[in-house]
């Protein structure tokens, strides 16, 4: 059973880089793209981007300036960065498994303020 | 930019009845890869249709999926206490993925 865990600081300074990661078990980082989805509260969902373990990257045009999605195949990991942060990066961050987004972690919440 | 608009925003149903919920895509969704998820209060979605119709993986049969090009429809036969919950749709077809605005099933 696939099971995704997302971690990273829960408070990120305005004007800051928030760093998340996801770590995944029960599959190899190899075999499937991946992804981050957003959540602002009380909001819907956005689409952040996804990578594949080989670079290749998609990111939503919205954020694309801002985010860069890694891995690392090493530790099944892959990452978010988000540069230059304001109040309305504030939101559920989660890592989700596949195009058709078949699983998702549990989400983790970021706040940014000072 | 595909955009998703569902409707209603918010059905108002008893348990056993049958819920209707809708998709509707700006423009043709590439091999209809369209998704349906069901979100519940502090919880992360959950996957229950993949490609329009298909059930995911231990998703109950009360749930189906039908529709193509741009007109989707969620159908949950009867529903259950536990089927109380929001759901969104959302296209893989092409980039940047997008998702609809939900849909808030309320216990009447």
């Known amino acids: 059973q696939v099971q995704l865990q997302e971690s990273g600081p829960g408070l990120v300074k305005p004007s800051e880089t928030l760093s998340l990661t996801c770590t995944v078990s029960?599959?190899?980082?190899?075999?499937?793209?991946w992804s981050w989805v957003r959540q602002p509260p009380g909001k819907g969902l956005e689409w952040i981007g996804y990578?594949?373990?080989?670079?290749?990257?998609n990111y939503n045009p919205a954020l694309k300036s801002r985010v860069t999605i890694s891995v690392d195949r090493s530790k099944n990991q892959f990452s978010l960065k988000l540069t230059s942060v304001t109040a309305a990066d504030t939101a559920v961050y989660y890592c989700?498994?596949?195009?058709?987004?078949?699983?998702w972690g549990k989400g983790t919440t970021v706040t940014v303020s000072s | 930019e595909i955009v998703l608009t569902q409707s209603p925003g918010t059905l108002s149903l008893s348990p056993g009845e049958r819920a209707t919920l809708s998709c509707r895509a700006s423009?043709?969704?590439?091999?209809?890869?369209l998704g349906w998820y069901q979100q519940k209060p502090g919880q992360g979605p959950r996957l229950l249709i993949y490609?329009?119709?298909s059930r995911a993986t231990g998703i109950p049969d009360r749930f189906s999926g039908s529709g193509t090009g741009t007109d989707f429809t969620l159908t949950i036969s009867r529903l259950e206490p536990e089927d109380f919950a929001v759901y969104f749709c959302?296209?893989?077809?092409?980039?940047?993925?997008?998702f609809g605005q939900g849909t808030k099933v309320e216990i009447k």
């Open positions: 990578m594949y373990h080989t670079g290749d990257t």
């Open positions: 989700v498994k596949s195009h058709s987004m078949d699983v």
């Open positions: 423009q043709s969704i590439s091999n209809n890869y």
């Open positions: 959302q296209q893989y077809g092409s980039t940047p993925r997008t």
């Open positions: 490609a329009a119709s």
């Open positions: 029960g599959a190899s980082i190899t075999t499937y793209y």
